[in-house]
């Protein structure tokens, strides 16, 4: 038996931004949305996020943006906050992903990034930008999932 890869197909929009987002500092936990791996057809191996993101100057080469995540439902009913917290890390959140590299211009920007998901049954996601420069509100962030299936 060989092997394919399987893309769920429908992207879930996790995080769409009404502001802007300073650099060092994260996107508002009001802006993201609940990603649930644990329905019958879901379960996927891995998450492909995809950054919809533009920047109010040009980035310097080497710079990223975090992808950060807080667990839903530890216990079976409740999970951790997103309240931001003062330094660099965010309350119970890690981070699961690093942004493709960001090009040094200001035009719209599409940055991908893989992390396998056996950690992430239900999340809320937040990014930190760690950019150098501004990200003009109306960033979006989707996730995929991606398995594997006989053939």
């Not at 009001?30 to 920047?55: C, E, H, M, P, Y």
């Not at 699961?96 to 992430?120: F, G, H, M, N």
Request: net charge negative; aromatic share 6%.
């Amino acid at each position: 038996m060989t092997a394919r890869i399987v893309w769920d197909g429908t992207p879930s929009t996790v995080i769409t931004t009404t502001a802007t987002i300073a650099t060092t500092a994260w996107s508002a936990s009001a802006q993201s949305t609940t990603f649930d791996n644990t329905g019958a057809s879901d379960k996927w191996q891995l998450l492909r996020f995809v950054i919809t993101v533009t920047f109010s100057g040009a980035p310097a080469v080497g710079k990223s943006i975090g992808i950060y995540c807080s667990d839903v439902d530890v216990d079976g009913t409740s999970g951790h906050s997103l309240t931001p917290a003062s330094g660099t890390t965010q309350n119970n959140a890690r981070l699961v992903a690093i942004s493709s590299p960001i090009r040094t211009d200001t035009s719209v920007q599409y940055l991908i990034a893989k992390c396998a998901s056996s950690e992430i049954k239900k999340g809320l996601f937040q990014i930190r930008n760690d950019t150098g420069q501004t990200i003009a509100s109306g960033l979006t962030m989707t996730v995929e999932g991606i398995s594997s299936e006989d053939v």
